[in-house]
Every structure is written in C-alpha cells, then in structure tokens.
C-alpha cells in the first residue's frame, strides 16, 4: 500500500514565493530558528505547509504571495550583482526604485559589465532561466583593444579550453573597428563567470567594455542605466508559458521608467471640408 504525498508545499518554497527570500536563504533563516509554523519554531526545512497553516517568520506574518513577476533593468558599471557584498561595494540592489518588491537577480553580471539583468520575485522562475537546459541565447555587445581579424576569432566559435575549463563554441560577429578598439557581438547559452572576458584572453584580446543586450527573447532596447522595466504579464505567460502570470495583472504596476503619460481627451473629429467640384 503507497502512501499518499504529504499534502501543500515545502516551506522554503513558500516563503520564496512571498518573496520573503530565495530557497536556499529560507532554508538558512529555518536553521536559524526564524521560522515558525502554527507558533511552533521550525528545526529543520523538511517540512510541507497548506494555506490552513499560519507561517510566521521573525514573529510576523507573511506577506500575501504576488503572482511571479519579470522585470528588465539595466545594470550600471560599477555595481555588483549580491544582495551584500564582502568589500562592501555598492550592489545593484542597493540602487534599485524604492517601489519594487524583494527580488532577485536572474544570473550575473560583474562589477565592469552593464547591461540587461533580469530581476525576479520568484525563485522558481529564477532557477527555471538560470537553468542550462533553457538553452537561451545571451547576447552582447563586446568593445577590444586591437584591430582583430576574423581567423583569430574562430577558436572561439569552435569552443576554448582554459585551464581545463570547456567553453562551449560562441556566436562571435566582428562588426566594425573604431579607433585603437573593435566592437563585437557575441552570443553565448552558458553563462559562466567572467565567460567572455576570459574567452577573449584566450585568442589575445583585451575587453574593456561589455554590454548585454538581450536574454532569450528579451531585449535591453532603449532602458537606460538604471532604469527598470517590468515585463508585461501577457508576455510572460506567451514567453514562459506561467498560466499563473496574467492573474492580478490589472492590478500590476507600470513601467518604473519615467512618469506615465496623461491620457488624451478623445477630441471631436473635424468634418472633412467638401470636395471641389
């Protein structure tokens, strides 16, 4: 005789869902006996909770769970993507619009890369676009010191090994050349720490500015540094597929760059003046 699965959802599932922290953050504050269930303290994550249990989490309950939200910003130089940081550099969280929920960031960009960072409030949703399997295309753009020809630019569209690290074959286009510098663009589906830069070494070239245009099928475009820009709930549901992602999508917030636009009074049609016989 099988038992039947316990009923409702991990507790760390629950409290990232709230937005309260990531899974592996909610299963660290459970350690530390942050966490309760019914009034008694948690000892261990390994435990399933239903919309009946009373959750509490420093002795407050939890915020009411927001449907799983995308937001697109673009990252300046000069911060990094941590919610704290050991040398205690400004982090892109730091810096975020006072209005928008704890979130997280989708991958990483490092301190000298700009570009598009893709902010969560859903750790599922952050795990499922950082997973590999996605298989979405990154792309930049890539300025280099030289004058790069493009056989020196095919070891990288072959795949590199460094230091017995694979990479796999990138997407490389050699655009235009610009003084003592050369702007690629460069498409990858990995990821991994300072990928490009260190590619770029490889075949002995120099990166000295880095920007992300585009993840999977959404676009930096016109954000400026900065700026944040949530995706449309109808285009999250078309693009990944969440039946959850247009509830309560009256109720979303506009865009968070700029003010919104007055609306225009429908103003009466003029009559057409009459044809000249």
């Known amino acids: 005789m099988t038992s039947e699965p316990p009923k409702g959802d991990r507790i760390a599932k629950v409290?990232?869902?709230?937005?309260?922290?990531?899974?592996?953050?909610?299963?660290?504050?459970?350690?530390?006996?942050?966490?309760?269930?019914n009034g008694a303290v948690l000892k261990s994550p390994a435990r399933n909770v239903t919309e009946t249990d009373q959750v509490t989490v420093d002795g407050k309950a939890l915020p009411e769970a927001d449907r799983a939200r995308l937001?697109?910003?673009?990252?300046?130089?000069?911060?990094v993507t941590t919610t704290a940081d050991e040398k205690g550099r400004p982090t892109v969280?730091?810096?975020?619009?006072?209005?928008?929920?704890?979130?997280?960031?989708?991958g990483r960009l490092d301190l000298?890369?700009?570009?598009?960072?893709?902010?969560?409030?859903?750790?599922?949703?952050?795990?499922?676009?950082?997973?590999p399997s996605t298989g979405w295309l990154r792309k930049y753009r890539v300025r280099v010191k030289g004058a790069p020809v493009e056989a020196e630019l095919d070891p990288?569209?072959?795949?590199?090994?460094?230091?017995?690290?694979?990479?796999?074959?990138?997407?490389?286009?050699?655009?235009?050349?610009?003084?003592?510098?050369?702007?690629l663009t460069v498409g990858l589906r990995e990821g991994k720490n300072r990928e490009i830069r260190r590619a770029m070494g490889e075949v002995g070239l120099e990166v000295n500015r880095l920007?992300?245009?585009?993840?999977?099928?959404?676009?930096?475009?016109?954000?400026?540094?900065?700026?944040?820009?949530?995706v449309k709930p109808r285009v999250l549901a078309d693009q990944l597929g969440l039946r959850d992602a247009t509830e309560g999508h009256a109720k979303a917030k506009p865009k968070l760059k700029g003010k919104p636009r007055p609306k225009r009074a429908n103003a009466p049609r003029r009559p057409r003046p009459p044809r000249q016989g």
Do not use: C
Not at 71 to 79: M, Q, S, T, V
Not at 93 to 104: G, S
Not at 113 to 125: H, K, Y
């Open 71 to 79: 937001w697109l910003y673009h990252k300046p130089i000069g911060l």
């Open 15 to 37: 409290l990232a869902r709230a937005g309260v922290a990531s899974r592996r953050e909610a299963e660290r504050m459970i350690e530390a006996g942050r966490v309760a269930v």
């Open 156 to 183: 990288l569209r072959q795949g590199v090994t460094i230091e017995g690290e694979r990479f796999q074959p990138m997407d490389v286009t050699l655009d235009r050349q610009q003084g003592a510098n050369a702007w």
């Open 211 to 230: 920007i992300r245009i585009s993840y999977g099928p959404f676009r930096l475009n016109q954000l400026k540094p900065g700026e944040v820009e949530e």
């Open 112 to 131: 000298n890369s700009e570009g598009l960072l893709l902010l969560t409030n859903d750790g599922g949703l952050k795990r499922r676009l950082e997973l």
């Open 93 to 106: 969280f730091d810096k975020l619009p006072e209005t928008l929920p704890r979130v997280m960031s989708i």
